[in-house]
């Protein structure tokens, strides 16, 4: 069966940098894209960017240029996003999905990141 | 930077039929914006309802439908049950980026 597993819990500083993992079972890792997606405390979900497993071309939000990078490792079939230069309004629960482009399907369980000095 | 608004909050009963809506600041949403549809409950991570307008995953109950409605998407729970209450978001991709609603918030009294 499909599975999205993320990593755990992180309690970082500010200025400091976040590696999220995301790891994909049960179905051609390269057939679909992953989606991530944060959501502030009491907020509605955010989308951060893509990344195409096969290739791994990326698109980020603009928002968040300059400061995520996603990646992927095939051999492991897990994808990873990164967010530098934290600030408390990072705070937020850090979820990746998988995607076709029109489809949404299934989600992670979620990461909270707490950035707290 | 474009915004899609929902509703913020709806009240219904039991077995009462609700439609959400979804709205695009730059213009009219059409099945080219893949309308996407999620349920959320407190402390749960979005689940998918609806994709690409209209379509239900395996999962979805019966009860979910999507549509383009005067210019929105909009997603129509028939015969709500108590357990529908929700969170619920919907997901537009516009200029190259995927964009969520404001969410609604669902309460079934």
């Known amino acids: 069966q499909v599975q999205v597993v993320q990593s755990g819990a992180e309690v970082k500083k500010p200025g400091a940098s976040v590696k999220v993992s995301c790891k994909a079972s049960g179905y051609s890792f390269t057939s679909y894209y992953i989606q991530w997606v944060r959501q502030a405390p009491g907020q509605g979900p955010e989308w951060m960017g893509v990344?195409?497993?096969?290739?791994?071309?990326?698109v980020y939000a603009q928002k968040f240029q300059g400061r995520v990078t996603m990646t992927r490792d095939t051999s492991t079939t897990t994808v990873y996003m990164e967010l530098s230069s934290l600030r408390s309004e990072d705070t937020a629960v850090y979820y990746c999905a998988r995607s076709t482009v029109p489809d949404w399907d299934y989600w992670g369980q979620g990461t909270l990141v707490t950035v707290s000095s | 930077q474009t915004v899609m608004t929902q509703e913020p909050s709806l009240t219904v009963s039991p077995g009462e039929t609700v439609t959400l809506t979804c709205a695009s600041s730059?213009?009219?949403?059409?099945?080219?914006?893949?309308p996407n549809w999620f349920q959320q409950k407190s402390g749960q991570a979005p689940r998918a309802l609806i994709y690409?307008?209209?379509n239900k995953h395996s999962w979805t109950p019966a009860r979910f439908s999507g549509s383009l409605l005067g210019g929105k998407a909009a997603l129509t729970l028939s015969g709500v049950q108590p357990e529908d209450e929700a969170e619920y978001y919907c997901?537009?991709?516009?200029?190259?980026?995927?964009?969520f609603g404001g969410g609604t918030k669902l309460t079934v009294l």
């Open positions: 990344i195409n497993p096969s290739s791994g071309r990326t």
């Open positions: 690409s307008t209209t």
């Open positions: 730059t213009g009219a949403v059409t099945s080219g914006y893949y």
């Open positions: 997901l537009l991709y516009s200029g190259g980026a995927w964009v």
